[in-house]
């Protein structure tokens, strides 16, 4: 290898020749296509959704659909909470002025099926104590039309009229409020990990010039991120919170990408390459480990577009695009940069006073370097540390691994008890206004207005038979009340409300018994607790096709990596380990409410449905990225040496500063996502947080070389028929085909071993 380093590339390949060419001219273009991604995305969030938590061809959305085209007023979006104070809803001037505002709303545009307690006089639209009282209407149009309305009419409506105090409230007011926070709260989340982030680059490469590329790579793979999404919502609906996903990966993984190559470009600069020659073997060796981790993290995030929630499926969008475009950037950029900067990538060196005081001893310190200390003077030391905590890790494989695995397993019981939910209004600050609406309703008003179950009847039917329904549903167990029919030509609908939470136990199972009931026309049941209960059944149906796709294709690409047929196991089974104590916290925290107080939110019982699924997907994803770094250098180092255990000392001694060190700054992005006053937003990001730093911290450092000890060489088995397949196919970061024979391989690598720290 190190003959390899220091002569021309023997493969250095199309790639190289094509960056090398116009070095200059591909900076320039990238900073062109930069400029028109930020045209190309501005305004993107501003067209997206904050909802897409229902399966569109379930019978809740069908009779959803049917019921705002047939019947608006059933399906109220927006609610105006009238307070009369100690004069009570039924004084003469109270009703006067609510009847004012209902008739100035039901002249506004785009707003129909106004309705109010004045009107109609229903006890559910009217507080217990009798002090406040509801106006209904809805809003016209999709999410964004919805939105453009309520942000015209709501200031003429909100605060004092007259002997009444409005606020305003409803799902279209908590889907407005949650966008706009969110987009508040991303805005603040980037300027606090922008700037901690580059501290933190700075001093794990020491140099400020070198810190200030992955960011420069992340910056480009999050603008050109939006753009992709800007262009997407002109097609379908994408939701406003895959906008955190683009931040923290944009970052994280450019972060990644940029540690790896730049780490391997400056072993190759102290083991005396030239500056074309160690771009030429970086590309050759880490720009294809690079590829293949996006590879394996486009495809545990390609798995959610199996299912028909756009909540879902946008994060598939983003998450697809930044990882993309995140690799494109650190195969284009970087190694343009790095030919234009060559030495000059360590300039600014912070740390040259350590460097020079260590540099008596340290040798050659590329060899022996962490990921990102690599050409510092302090990569010996680090890398040696390492080297001896996988010997430490080897010698006692069983304790550890069944410690490690065991710890793990109890870090995730909490997990067992976990109750599916739907997202509301609680997921907003306890004093945003439609929160304090939706609060209200939700305390102080018989049932539970906004939870109500409804029943659509279609098809001719005589009164007689709508009463002999009527009384059949009134008979159920847990129903409180029985409102309807109203009657529309030959279409009619119920409104069932349910003992409990409007999604509680009562009410889920109520909608399977309102299903069932035998009727003399089609039904089709909707409401809260009928949108949970399909999402589910969407979510279970299609759960076993997007794991099969995840772990089929990862167990192909690691094989492809490796030629072993037990690492692919061994890398799917211990990358779902690591994820047991994010899905543990999840549940004891976010569900269960301990440490709610310290971080700001309101327990709600449950967990939103899908973001289990979108947590795995992603958290999966980032630790095979973790896992392809590791393998890809005890892989090299076993096909020079065939030596197992050393291989594994030698790629921990090589990573595991690379891996600890991208993890902290993608657990500082998290973080700063997780500061979210929205509490979903807020469990995406501590919850991946903890799962990308038990994953490089515990998984990586302590159960793969215990596991990998215990296997032995038997880790690198494969049946004849496999072996060859992946001697034609596969691919190494050494570059060398796969089927070369590894003694001829160690004696291109004995100059390596030697500066090699193990540490024995």
Not at 202 to 225: E, K, R
């Amino acid at each position: 290898m190190a003959e390899v380093k220091n002569s021309a590339p023997q493969g250095g390949g199309v790639w190289m020749r094509f960056v090398a060419a116009r070095p200059r001219l591909t900076l320039l273009v990238a900073l062109v296509l930069t400029a028109l991604a930020v045209l190309a995305g501005s305004g993107v969030a501003d067209r997206m959704g904050s909802g897409g938590w229902q399966d569109p061809d379930a019978e809740s959305t069908y009779a959803t659909e049917v019921l705002e085209r047939a019947f608006p007023a059933s399906q109220p979006n927006l609610l105006l909470l009238v307070d009369a104070g100690k004069a009570g809803v039924d004084a003469p001037a109270v009703a006067a002025e609510a009847a004012r505002l209902a008739e100035r709303l039901d002249a506004e545009p785009g707003v129909t099926g106004v309705g109010s307690y004045w009107s109609v006089k229903s006890p559910a639209l009217r507080a217990k104590d009798g002090r406040e009282a509801v106006i209904a209407a809805r809003i016209e149009g999709d999410e964004k039309t919805a939105g453009e309305t309520l942000e015209r009419i709501a200031p003429a409506f909100r605060g004092a009229h007259g002997p009444v105090e409005v606020s305003v409230g409803g799902p279209v007011a908590v889907q407005h409020e949650m966008q706009t926070i969110i987009q508040e709260d991303l805005l603040r989340a980037e300027l606090i990990a922008l700037p901690i982030t580059l501290v933190l680059l700075v001093m794990v490469f020491g140099s400020a010039v070198a810190a200030l590329l992955p960011l420069a790579v992340g910056i480009v793979a999050i603008l050109g991120t939006n753009a992709v999404l800007r262009g997407l919502t002109e097609f379908t609906d994408v939701s406003v919170f895959a906008m955190n996903l683009t931040t923290a990966l944009g970052l994280g993984l450019a972060i990644d990408y940029a540690l790896f190559i730049v780490r391997r470009f400056r072993e190759e600069l102290e083991a005396g390459a030239d500056t074309r020659t160690a771009v030429a073997t970086t590309l050759r060796t880490a720009g294809r480990t690079v590829l293949f981790s996006a590879l394996t993290v486009a495809v545990s995030l390609a798995g959610m577009m199996v299912f028909p929630q756009y909540f879902l499926r946008s994060f598939a969008y983003a998450g697809l695009a930044v990882v993309l475009l995140a690799a494109a950037a650190a195969l284009t950029l970087l190694p343009a940069a790095l030919l234009l900067l060559g030495e000059r990538v360590n300039a600014w060196d912070l740390r040259k006073a350590f460097r020079r005081r260590g540099r008596g001893e340290a040798g050659t310190a590329a060899a022996a370097g962490t990921g990102a200390g690599a050409g510092t003077g302090a990569g010996k030391a680090v890398g040696a540390g390492w080297a001896r905590a996988a010997t430490l890790v080897m010698r006692r494989a069983p304790l550890f691994a069944v410690g490690t695995v065991v710890g793990l397993v109890l870090l995730g019981l909490p997990f067992l008890n976990v109750a599916f939910g739907t997202a509301d209004d609680r997921q907003l600050p306890a004093t945003s206004e439609s929160r304090v609406v939706q609060d209200t309703l939700r305390h102080d008003f018989p049932g539970s207005p906004g939870g109500a179950l409804t029943v659509l009847a279609e098809g001719r039917a005589t009164p007689a038979q709508y009463a002999a329904y009527r009384d059949r549903i009134d008979g159920l167990p847990g129903v409180v009340r029985v409102d309807g029919p109203l009657v529309r030509g030959t279409d009619a609908y119920f409104t069932v409300l349910a003992e409990g939470e409007a999604v509680g136990p009562r009410a889920k199972a109520l909608v399977g018994e309102l299903r069932a009931a035998p009727a003399p026309f089609d039904t089709s049941v909707t409401g809260t607790a009928a949108v949970l209960t399909d999402s589910q059944d969407a979510i279970a149906e299609r759960l076993p096709w997007a794991l099969a796709i995840v772990v089929v294709v990862t167990l192909l690409l690691v094989f492809l990596l490796t030629g072993s047929v037990l690492i692919p196991v061994q890398a799917v089974l211990l990358n779902a380990l690591s994820l047991t104590a994010m899905f543990g916290a999840m549940v004891w925290v976010f569900q269960d409410g301990h440490l709610s107080g310290l971080l700001g939110f309101t327990p709600t019982g449950d967990i939103e449905t899908t973001l289990p699924v979108l947590m795995f997907c992603v958290a999966f994803g980032l630790s095979m990225d973790y896992g392809v770094f590791l393998l890809s250098r005890i892989k090299e180092e076993y096909d020079a040496s065939g030596d197992h255990e050393r291989s594994v000392r030698f790629g921990l001694s090589r990573t595991g500063g690379l891996i600890t060190a991208a993890a902290v700054i993608l657990a500082v992005v998290m973080v700063a996502i997780g500061t979210s006053r929205v509490t979903n937003t807020k469990m995406l990001g501590l919850g991946l947080a903890l799962a990308v730093l038990m994953d490089a911290m515990v998984v990586r450092s302590l159960l793969v070389p215990s596991v990998m000890k215990l296997t032995g060489r038997l880790t690198w088995w494969a049946p004849g028929p496999l072996r060859r397949l992946h001697d034609r196919f596969g691919i190494s970061e050494s570059g060398e085909p796969a089927a070369a024979p590894a003694a001829a391989r160690a004696a291109g690598s004995a100059e390596d071993r030697e500066k090699e720290p193990v540490g024995t």
